[in-house]
C-alpha cells in the first residue's frame, strides 16, 4: 500500500472514531468507497465496530456482506456488532461461516461470541462454543474464560461454572462477583457470601450484589450489617446501594440510617442526578410513615418518570390517604405522564381506601379504554376489593366471573370477607367452593364460612360444615403472635 494510501486509512479510522460519526456515517462510507478501500479488511473492521455501538446492526451486515474476502478481524467485529445489539442467532451462524471459510479463530472471537449466546439463552450452543474454546488453546484468556463463567452462571449451570472458576489462577473481582451473583440467584444465598467473604478484593458491585440478595431473601438484618461493614471499610456508595438498603431499611424500621443514606444522597448528587435514587426515598419514607418528607422529596425530584409517581400514590394508599392519591394522579395524566399496569394498582388501592367506587369504575375502564392496558389479577383484586368495601358485592362476584383470567384465591378470598360484612351468605358459599378448589388446604376459608353461617343463625349448616371439616381432617390452624 502506497504512502498516500496509508494516509488516507488514518484519516478514515480518525474520522470514524470522531465525534460527529453517527451524522457522517454514509459520508464516511463515500469517502473509503472513493478512494478504493472498500474491500480493505481493517477499514471495514472499525466500520463494523463504529454501526454496532450505534445501532446500525443493518447497515453493518450490508458491508460485511459486500467484502470478499474477510478476514478474522472483520469477522470478529461482526460478531461483536451483533452481540452488542440485542438477542440474535447471527453471531453463531457467522461463526459457523468463519470456520467453513478455514479462517482461524484469535482470542478475541470467542468473549462476544459466548455473549451472543447467553443473549439469546442457549446454553447448548454455549457449551459447544466452550468445547471449542478449550480444543483450540484459547481458555488461557481472562476475557473468555469470564465469558465462560458468566455464561454457566447466567444460566443456572453453577457446577459447570465453578469448575471454570477453580481452573482459574489469578481470578479478578468480575469473575467472583459473576459466582456469588450465580448461586444467589439460584437461591444459594448462604454460598454467595461464602464466597464474597473469601474475596480478597472487593468492588461496590461486590457490596451491592450480596446486600440485595440477603434483602431479597428476607435476611434484612445481616444486610444491614454487611451495609455498615461497606461503609466502614470506606466503600463510596452509588445508587444500586441506595436503592437496595433503602427498602431494608423501612422493611427494618431503621430510620435513622434510611435518612443518613437520604444526606448522603444530597451531599454526593446522587439524588439529583438519579431518579431512581429520589424514587427510593420516596418509597422510604412513605414506607416509614413519614408522608411529608415522602412529598417534599417528590416534589424535588428533577425529571420525574411513572415510576416517581407511582411510588407516591401507592404511599398515600398505604398511608391510608387515598382521595390524595387519586388526586396526584389526575395531575400525573394532565402532565402527560402515560400511566403503566403499576400506576393502576396504586389509584385503584386509593380507591379502595377512600370508598370512592365510582371513580374506582371510571378508572378500571380506561385502563383498556384509553390506555390498553390489559387488566392483570392485582387489578381484578382492587376493584373486587373497592366493590366489596363498598358493599356492591353482587358487582363484584360478576366482575370475578367475566374475567379473561382465571381469578386466584386472594381475590376469591376477598370476595368472602365482602359476603361476611355484609351478609350475603349465597355468594360466600360460591367464594367457599372456589377457594376449596384453589387451596384446600386452607382451613381459613372453612372458618370464614361457618363464622357466617352462624352469624345469619344457621346453626345446623355451620356445624355440618365443621363436621365435614373433621372428616376430612382439615385441622384449624394455631393462633400465632408476633409479640416476643
Not at 474476502?69 to 460478531?79: A, D, G, K, Q, T
Not at 449466546?117 to 442457549?122: A, E, H, S, T
Not at 459447544?128 to 463463567?149: D, P
Request: hydrophobic fraction near 40%; charged fraction near 20%; aromatic fraction near 8%.
Amino acid at each position: 500500500m502506497s504512502k498516500s494510501l496509508i494516509e488516507i486509512e488514518r484519516k478514515i479510522l480518525r474520522l470514524l472514531h470522531g465525534r460527529n460519526t453517527r451524522t457522517h456515517l454514509t459520508q464516511i462510507h463515500a469517502h473509503f468507497l472513493r478512494h478504493k478501500l472498500h474491500q480493505s479488511n481493517l477499514i471495514l473492521a472499525h466500520f463494523v465496530s463504529v454501526c454496532g455501538t450505534l445501532n446500525e446492526i443493518k447497515y453493518a451486515t450490508k458491508i460485511f456482506n459486500q467484502m470478499r474476502n474477510p478476514s478474522v478481524i472483520l469477522f470478529n467485529s461482526m460478531i461483536k456488532a451483533y452481540s452488542l445489539n440485542g438477542p440474535s442467532e447471527e453471531p453463531v451462524k457467522l461463526f459457523a461461516l468463519l470456520k467453513n471459510l478455514g479462517i482461524w479463530p484469535d482470542e478475541y472471537t470467542f468473549a462476544p461470541l459466548l455473549k451472543a449466546c447467553l443473549g439469546v439463552g442457549n446454553l447448548r450452543v454455549g457449551q459447544c462454543v466452550h468445547g471449542e474454546i478449550i480444543r483450540r488453546g484459547f481458555e488461557r484468556f481472562g476475557s473468555i474464560r469470564i465469558g465462560v463463567v458468566e455464561l454457566y452462571t447466567s444460566c443456572g449451570q453453577m457446577d459447570d461454572g465453578m469448575k471454570v472458576f477453580d481452573e482459574i489462577s489469578h481470578r479478578d473481582v468480575i469473575v467472583w462477583n459473576l459466582m456469588i451473583h450465580g448461586f444467589c440467584k439460584k437461591g444459594d444465598v448462604d454460598k454467595g457470601l461464602y464466597l464474597f467473604r473469601e474475596m480478597r478484593e472487593r468492588s461496590v458491585v461486590s457490596w451491592n450484589l450480596m446486600i440485595s440478595s440477603l434483602g431479597k431473601s428476607g435476611r434484612d438484618s445481616e444486610a444491614l450489617r454487611l451495609f455498615h461493614e461497606m461503609r466502614d471499610q470506606a466503600f463510596e456508595l452509588d445508587e444500586v446501594t441506595v436503592v437496595a438498603v433503602l427498602p431494608i431499611c423501612a422493611r427494618l424500621g431503621a430510620v435513622d440510617i434510611g435518612q443518613w443514606i437520604h444526606l448522603y444522597a444530597e451531599s454526593s448528587g446522587l439524588y439529583r442526578k438519579v431518579v431512581s435514587v429520589g424514587n427510593a426515598l420516596v418509597d422510604f419514607y412513605c414506607k416509614c410513615g413519614i408522608l411529608d418528607t415522602a412529598r417534599n422529596v417528590f416534589k424535588e425530584i428533577p425529571g420525574k418518570n411513572v415510576v416517581s409517581w407511582n411510588a407516591m400514590i401507592s404511599g398515600l394508599a398505604f398511608n391510608g390517604r387515598g382521595e390524595l392519591g387519586v388526586e396526584l394522579y389526575e395531575q400525573m395524566i394532565a402532565k402527560g405522564v402515560s400511566p403503566n399496569k403499576a400506576a393502576f394498582v396504586g389509584v385503584l388501592t386509593c380507591c379502595a381506601h377512600a370508598g370512592l367506587v365510582e371513580k374506582a369504575r371510571e378508572l378500571f375502564a380506561s385502563m383498556t379504554g384509553l390506555h390498553s392496558i390489559d387488566p392483570n389479577l392485582e387489578h381484578y383484586g382492587c376493584m373486587v376489593d373497592v366493590l366489596g368495601r363498598s358493599g356492591c358485592v353482587r358487582e363484584a362476584y360478576d366482575l370475578i366471573r367475566s374475567m379473561s383470567i382465571r381469578p386466584n384465591a386472594a381475590i376469591w378470598g376477598s370476595l368472602l370477607s365482602s359476603c361476611r360484612t355484609h351478609g350475603h351468605v349465597e355468594l360466600a358459599e360460591h367464594a367457599v367452593k372456589e377457594l376449596i378448589n384453589l387451596e384446600p388446604w386452607n382451613s381459613g376459608n372453612y372458618v370464614l364460612l361457618s363464622n357466617i353461617y352462624a352469624e345469619g343463625g344457621r346453626w345446623d349448616d355451620a356445624e355440618k360444615l365443621r363436621m365435614w371439616m373433621r372428616e376430612k381432617n382439615v385441622k384449624k390452624s394455631p393462633g400465632q403472635s408476633l409479640i416476643e
